[in-house]
């Protein structure tokens, strides 16, 4: 594409290398803000070719450190984010790569995210179960949420931990809107609430109604709303830390969201009084962790009241 004012084959040739350089300079913007688009949008896998698109797209999303994974085509290998190991990409400069490398590159980071996503499903799977069986929940009146993709996924309304599949999670954004088509449990708000003022250290959310933690829920805590639960021993200071008591409010209301987001911040173990504990933690185990560590000392708390037991001990 030249000037049709340029007659000579000088003028035609700097005319040629400008909007050469000018059309090479507005594809690489392009494929940049698709490149941010399609991450923002939660897209998990990204494929780029050329080693100056490359480099712009690789700009505006902000990575600038990389594990290096398993290798596509000599190299090329699978990039991992080092801040952000939730996404898989591939950088193909030039002739880099054999015939099928684009197929090549979609199935290889395919195969670790369905992998990563399944392991997380079984985790919550495993939970569920393990709660449910112990007399930690009954019914269908829990609920549990993990992170993964920059997507939520929640038990859908009405689960019984007890029976959960991997079917058994709604798929939402991080505002709350379904992907899936299955309905999340009504109290999902209080699992957006934990992940949206924890600044991204929870990564996942279990809620049930356990029995000492309820039984400890029901008592007068005038004074003690930030720290209700005894620490008798070191290990609720050590694996959870203080526990913060929330008003009551009826079970999935607005007004119990309102209230529980107007007290959440940085802790991981909160108690609904009159209702039972919201525990969350860095990854679905360590929520899991943090929840038995809660319902134990209420266990011990509840054994103990009035018993002349010793002071709390200051972790």
Known sequence: IYSAGATDPESRKYADE??????????????????????????????????????????????????????????????IPLHNQNIRMALKSGNFGQDDFFSRAFDMTKAQE??????????????GRSLFERNKTSGSSANMSFLYKDRVYITVGGSCFGCLTEDSFA?????????????????????????????????????????YSVLWSCLPHKG????????????????????????????GSEELFSEFSRRTGKENG?????????????????????????????????????AGAANRINN
Not at 43 to 70: H, K, M, N, P, Q
Not at 188 to 211: D, N, R
Not at 225 to 241: F, N, R, S
Request: aromatic share 8%; proline share 4%.
């Open 171 to 211: 798929v939402t954004d991080r505002n709350g809107n379904v992907l899936n088509g299955k309905k999340p449990s009504k109290e999902f708000p209080l699992h957006l609430a934990m992940y949206q003022k924890a600044e991204g250290k929870v990564q996942a959310v279990i809620h049930v109604h356990s029995f």
């Open 18 to 79: 400008s909007q050469a350089a000018a059309a090479s300079e507005i594809l690489e913007k392009t494929m940049a803000e698709l490149g941010k688009k399609a991450f923002d949008e939660g897209y998990t896998r990204i494929i780029v070719a050329g080693g100056e698109t490359s480099g712009a797209v690789t700009l505006a999303l902000g990575f600038d450190a990389f594990i290096i994974g398993e290798s596509i085509a000599p190299g090329v290998p699978v990039l």
């Open 270 to 306: 909160y108690l609904l009084a009159h209702h039972g504990p919201v525990a969350g933690g860095d990854s679905l185990m360590d929520a899991f962790f943090n929840l038995e560590e809660l319902e134990e000392s209420a266990r011990i708390a509840w054994e103990l009241r009035g």
């Open 114 to 127: 369905t992998g990563e996503l399944k392991r997380r499903l079984s985790d919550a799977c495993w939970i």
């Open 224 to 251: 003690e709303e930030d720290d209700v639960i005894p620490a008798y021993t070191p290990y609720l200071g050590m694996k959870l830390g203080k526990v913060r008591l929330v008003s009551y409010e009826k079970p």
